[in-house]
Structure formats: structure tokens, C-alpha cells
T-cell receptor, first 113, second 113 residues
Framework: GQQLNQSPQSMFIQEGEDVSMNCTSS?????WLWYKQDPGEGPVLLIA?????ELTSNGRLTAQFGITRKDSFLNISASIPSDVGIYFC?????????????FGQGTELSVKP | KAGVTQTPRYLIKTRGQQVTLSCSPI?????VSWYQQTPGQGLQFLFE???????NKGNFPGRFSGRQFSNSRSEMNVSTLELGDSALYLC????????????FGSGTRLTVV
């Protein structure tokens, strides 16, 4: 089936550092979404991207929908301890795919105070 | 504004039994999707319902089924439980699934013994 390759799998950084993670696919996606999941909870939507080339910010988070529609990245600036968690990218292949999101494997972020 | 509510939060069942999980979407949301999350396979799409009709289905055996009621609440059922069905089952809702990111519930943690 369709897969999203998310990297890196894990990151250990110092508080205040910037973070970058990305997702790539061999398929063209209609929508890219970035989620964060805390232990024992469901994923929380961080940023949604709907157009190729779109660059969107949400506070310290910035994400871009790749121009080829096959990739996306998420940047976190000036990381803080509460940024700890697992970040997932998710893509929607087409409008007829409705709620069928394809998820990356996740990037586990650890922030050292 | 209430979020997506899933009940129960935790469930322990015996192999061979069946189980029903419930999901109440955000008020006004008509699309409900279900996902299975395991450490090995990550987040896998089960199925999506929109206005009481199943619109998309993932690659899971027929033991996994679902339905949606006229008030958009949804249930999923797993029959003849297997040990490998132990997972976090997540429900997500959206207004129309095309232009809106999905909001996830906190999930139901199912353990099959």
C-alpha cells in the first residue's frame, strides 16, 4: 500500500534549538497534515496544507507542502520542553479518499532542558 | 466546544470475544474515520463513514466492521478477537473530509488476553 517515509525517526536536542523533520512519498498527495501525539492521547492537528508550495506557520511551527506534492517538512524553532512527543505527517491522496489518511512512521522528539 | 469523545478509554477482552467501541464526533462533523495504532504498524486506516455510509475502507479483515448513526455517532465492532488486535483504536472527525484536517479523540486502548 501507500507509504510515507518520515525522517528522522528520533531526535534528541537541547532546549532552544531548531528542529526539522520531513516526509516523502512516491505518490502525489492532495493534502498534507502534521500532527503531534502525547503518550496515551490521540494525535493533535498542528498544521494543515492544501496547495503545492504552500508555506504555513503556527506559532513556532512552520510547514511546507512540497512543490512536487510528494513531500512536506515541518520546522520547530526555539524548542521548549513541552515540544516533547511524537510528530506524524499524514497525507490524503485525493478528494475521493475522504478520511483515509496515510501516516508516516513518526518522529520522536526529546528536548533536554 | 466538546472534542471527539471515545468510550471506553480502556478495555480488556479475551481472545475469541467481540468488542464494540464508540465514537461521538465534534458537533456538526459528518465524517468519522477509525484508525488502529500499534507499535509495529503505526497508524493504519480502518474505515470512514460519512452521512451513515461507509465511504472508504482500509485493508483489514471482515472481523472489523463499523457503522454510523443519523446523529453522526459511530461504532466499530471487532468480532472473534485475536491477540494481535491489541492496539489503540482512534476515531477522528471532520466537517466534510475534504478541506478540513481531522480531529482525533483520545482513543480506546484494547488489550486482548
Amino acid at each position: 500500500g501507500q507509504q510515507l517515509n518520515q525522517s528522522p525517526q528520533s531526535m534528541f536536542i537541547q532546549e532552544g534549538e531548531d528542529v526539522s523533520m520531513n516526509c516523502t512519498s512516491s505518490s502525489i498527495f492532495n493534502t498534507w497534515l502534521w500532527y503531534k501525539q502525547d503518550p496515551g492521547e490521540g494525535p493533535v492537528l498542528l498544521i494543515a496544507l492544501y496547495k503545492a508550495g504552500e508555506l504555513t506557520s503556527n506559532g513556532r511551527l512552520t510547514a511546507q507542502f512540497g512543490i512536487t506534492r510528494k513531500d512536506s517538512f515541518l520546522n520547530i524553532s526555539a524548542s521548549i520542553p513541552s515540544d516533547v512527543g511524537i510528530y506524524f505527517c499524514a497525507g490524503q491522496l485525493g478528494y475521493n479518499q475522504g478520511g483515509k489518511l496515510i501516516f508516516g512512521q513518526g518522529t520522536e522528539l526529546s528536548v533536554k532542558p | 466546544k466538546a472534542g471527539v469523545t471515545q468510550t471506553p478509554r480502556y478495555l480488556i477482552k479475551t481472545r475469541g470475544q467481540q468488542v464494540t467501541l464508540s465514537c461521538s464526533p465534534i458537533s456538526g462533523h459528518r465524517s468519522v474515520s477509525w484508525y488502529q495504532q500499534t507499535p509495529g504498524q503505526g497508524l493504519q486506516f480502518l474505515f470512514e463513514y460519512f452521512s451513515e455510509t461507509q465511504r472508504n475502507k482500509g485493508n483489514f479483515p471482515g472481523r472489523f466492521s463499523g457503522r454510523q448513526f443519523s446523529n453522526s455517532r459511530s461504532e466499530m465492532n471487532v468480532s472473534t478477537l485475536e491477540l494481535g488486535d491489541s492496539a489503540l483504536y482512534l476515531c477522528a472527525s471532520s466537517f466534510n473530509s475534504v478541506d478540513y484536517g481531522y480531529t482525533f479523540g483520545s482513543g480506546t486502548r484494547l488489550t486482548v488476553v
